[in-house]
T-cell receptor, first 112, second 115 residues
Framework: GAVVSQHPSWVICKSGTSVKIECRSLDFQATTMFWYRQFPKQSLMLMAT?????????EQGVEKDKFLINHASLTLSTLTVTSAHPEDSSFYIC????????FGQGTRLTVV | AQSVAQPEDQVNVAEGNPLTVKCTYS??????LFWYVQYPNRGLQFLLKYITGDNLVKGSYGFEAEFNKSQTSFHLKKPSALVSDSALYFCAVGRGGGATNKLIFGTGTLLAVQP
C-alpha cells in the first residue's frame, strides 16, 4: 500500500511555543490530506481537510488560527500548533487517501 | 449523515478461539466500509474494505469481514485469534470513494487476546 510519513513521532514543547508537524505522501500525489486528533482511548476526531494550493477546510469547533495547515505541494502538508498550551497535548495523525486512507505514524505532542 | 457504531469498548478472547468485533453503520446510498488497526502510539493500518461485490471480504493478517446490508453491519472476524492481534480496531464508513471523501470512524474496540 501507499506510504505516508509523519514527522516528528513525538515532540515536547514549552507552553506558548509553536510546533510544526509534517505529513508526506512518499509514493503518490495527494491533493487532499486529512488531519486528525486522537485523545487517549478515544476515536479519531477529524480536525481539517488540507487542500493542495488552497485553504484548508476546518471542522466545526476547530480553531483555524491555532491549527495552521499548509499544503504547498502534492506530497507535503504541515500542521502548525501555534502558541501551544497543555490542553493541546494529544496524538495527531495525518492521512492521505485514494479509496482507503493511508495514515502517518502519528505525532505525540506534549506541551509542558 | 454518516455514522458508525462499535458497541463494544473491549473484546476479550483466548488465543486460538474465533473473534468478532462488531460494527454497524448508517449512511445514505451505498457505503464504503473499512477496518483499521492501531497499535500503541502508532498510526492506523488498513486491514480491509468493502466497496461492492462479494459480501465476505478478506483482508490482512487473516482477518475478514462480512457486509450485511439488511442489518447495516460490517463485523470483523478471524477464525483463530493470536496474542499479536491485541490492538485497537476501528471501523470506518465513507460515502463514495476518492481522495477527498471524508471517513467517519467508530469509537474503537480494544481487542485483548489472552495466551
Amino acid at each position: 500500500g501507499a506510504v505516508v510519513s509523519q514527522h516528528p513521532s513525538w515532540v515536547i514543547c514549552k507552553s506558548g511555543t509553536s510546533v510544526k508537524i509534517e505529513c508526506r505522501s512518499l509514493d503518490f500525489q495527494a491533493t487532499t490530506m486529512f488531519w486528525y486528533r486522537q485523545f487517549p482511548k478515544q476515536s479519531l476526531m477529524l480536525m481539517a481537510t488540507s487542500n493542495e494550493g488552497s485553504k484548508a477546510t476546518y471542522e466545526q469547533g476547530v480553531e483555524k488560527d491555532k491549527f495552521l495547515i499548509n499544503h504547498a505541494s502534492l506530497t507535503l502538508s504541515t500542521l502548525t500548533v501555534t502558541s501551544a498550551h497543555p490542553e493541546d497535548s494529544s496524538f495527531y495523525i495525518c492521512s492521505a487517501q485514494d479509496i482507503e486512507a493511508f495514515f502517518g505514524q502519528g505525532t505525540r505532542l506534549t506541551v509542558v | 449523515a454518516q455514522s458508525v457504531a462499535q458497541p463494544e469498548d473491549q473484546v476479550n478472547v483466548a488465543e486460538g478461539n474465533p473473534l468478532t468485533v462488531k460494527c454497524t453503520y448508517s449512511v445514505s446510498g451505498n457505503p464504503y466500509l473499512f477496518w483499521y488497526v492501531q497499535y500503541p502510539n502508532r498510526g492506523l493500518q488498513f486491514l480491509l474494505k468493502y466497496i461492492t461485490g462479494d459480501n465476505l471480504v478478506k483482508g490482512s493478517y487473516g482477518f475478514e469481514a462480512e457486509f450485511n446490508k439488511s442489518q447495516t453491519s460490517f463485523h470483523l472476524k478471524k477464525p483463530s485469534a493470536l496474542v499479536s492481534d491485541s490492538a485497537l480496531y476501528f471501523c470506518a464508513v465513507g460515502r463514495g470513494g476518492g481522495a477527498t471523501n471524508k471517513l467517519i470512524f467508530g469509537t474503537g474496540t480494544l481487542l485483548a487476546v489472552q495466551p
